[in-house]
């Protein structure tokens, strides 16, 4: 069975950071891209910032610079350090893991995270 257990949201201040985190189960971390994903209401959701089997990285232009996205094969664990946190940041976070050769996607339950002014 497939699990995605995200962790780490909660309330901060404007220019505050959290950090969040997402443990995969072990059968796919290895063979998957993973991303964080957000849903604020009455919004869309929009890809934050992915990480590549290969190591490469991509992020939100609204987020460059403030956020990191790392991931830890030993955990199985996809990190968002979050810094310079904005009220625009608040949202649902979800962890995905995109299993390229079945070209399925997997998603966390999602963790809140809410900046105030």
């Known amino acids: 069975q497939v699990q995605l257990v995200e962790s780490g949201g909660g309330l901060v201040q404007a220019g505050g950071s959290l950090r969040l985190s997402c443990v995969v189960s072990r059968n796919i971390f290895s063979v998957s891209n993973m991303g964080w994903y957000r849903q604020a209401p009455g919004k869309q959701r929009e890809l934050v910032a992915s990480?590549?089997?290969?190591?490469?990285?991509n992020y939100a232009d609204s987020v460059k610079g403030r956020f990191t996205i790392s991931r830890d094969n030993a955990k199985n664990t996809v990190y968002l350090q979050m810094n310079s946190l904005k009220p625009e940041d608040t949202a649902v976070y979800y962890c995905n893991a995109h299993v390229i050769v079945r070209d399925n996607d997997y998603w966390g339950q999602g963790t809140q995270v809410t900046v105030s002014s």
């Open positions: 990480f590549t089997t290969s190591g490469r990285t």
